[in-house]
């Protein structure tokens, strides 16, 4: 099945969980992703949205460019895909932080929603309940 995460083609309150990897980012409205995954999902029900983290700390952000310029970039072009990589650190940029993640979720009416830093905080995961 082909959709839009801005238009899911499924009705209300219809799955017991929903997970997005690396795509929230990518989204050109997230408040209303998440406002549509809100309405999908039961109420009680879970979701979890991994993707690279935008950190707030001056010395994390450096390292993760640095290694998204100097590691990613270059090993994803040893494969052909440095098009699908070479954007990742604008788009990081770009991206909200955990407490904006949380915020977000919270502001389209999830319950609860908490942030977690992993992998040296230059991932992180949001998990909230509808």
Known sequence: MEGNALD??????SFDAVT??????NVVDRQRAMAEIYRVLKPGS?????DFN???????????ELMIDNIVVPVASGYGLENEYKY???SIRDFLTGNELEKLALEVGFS?????????G?????????
Do not use: C, W
């Open 8 to 13: 899911l083609p499924f009705p209300d309150s």
């Open 112 to 120: 609860t929603a908490k942030h977690f830093e992993i992998g040296f």
């Open 54 to 64: 935008k950190s707030i700390n001056p010395l994390s952000t450096t390292v993760q």
């Open 20 to 25: 997005i990897g690396y795509g929230l980012r």
């Open 88 to 90: 990742l650190k604008s």
């Open 46 to 50: 879970m979701l979890s949205v991994l």
């Open 122 to 130: 230059f991932m992180g995961n949001l998990v909230a309940i509808r």
